[in-house]
């Protein structure tokens, strides 16, 4: 009788199981594409705050004479541009965490074809946050240095704040584009498991 006994209430006993390797993957998948994108989305934010309320009046003294100076970012091509695209990314970057979101809700898995034209896109706006960062580096840089070749002088020294503003700025630009790249490379390995 204690065999049956033993038996029966062996029969009684769930066993919970097992989640599916695929499932956890795509669970984590999901995760680690929800923190790029969420720090991609702070990075490109702060590179634009950062940038479009840099501006600093101060003088300048060239030979005797003060000059007076005002720089604003919308003074420079560069600058606009770094703006414009943080606003593409951050807008982007918006789209994405409204996707994975909706993917996390639905369960769905996101279409092949679509697969393709977000990594399409996180490839294109790697490359243009990288071009902007480097292009308003070159103007930083030679805001900072003067010209060489000529007697015109270190612009940073008067405008100390500015400079230090629109370089955080760079920085913030630098650092979404290697978060861009980070999710080109989980883009691909999304792809390659499609």
Request: net charge positive; charged share 10%; with cysteine.
């Amino acid at each position: 009788m204690e065999n049956g006994l033993h038996s029966s209430a062996a029969a009684n006993i769930q066993v919970p199981e097992a989640v599916p390797s695929t499932t956890r993957r795509c669970k984590l998948s999901l995760a680690v594409n929800a923190v790029i994108r969420t720090l991609c989305l702070l990075t490109s934010a702060a590179a634009l705050s950062v940038m479009i309320t840099a501006e600093q009046a101060g003088v300048l003294s060239f030979y005797g004479f003060n000059v007076p100076l005002y720089s604003k970012w919308s003074f420079s091509d560069s600058f606009r541009y770094v703006v414009g695209v943080s606003v593409g990314v951050v807008a982007y970057s918006l789209f994405q965490l409204l996707l994975i979101a909706y993917k996390a809700t639905r369960k769905s898995p996101i279409l092949r074809s679509c697969s393709w034209l977000l990594f399409g896109g996180d490839q294109i706006l790697a490359y243009l946050m990288i071009s902007a960062g480097s292009a308003a580096s070159g103007v930083t840089s030679l805001n900072r240095t003067g010209i060489r070749h000529s007697a015109l002088p270190n612009f940073c020294k008067p405008l100390d704040v500015f400079c230090g503003r629109v370089a955080v700025s760079i920085a913030f630009v630098f650092l979404s584009g290697l978060l861009l790249a980070v999710s080109v490379v989980l883009d691909v390995l999304s792809l390659s498991q499609h």
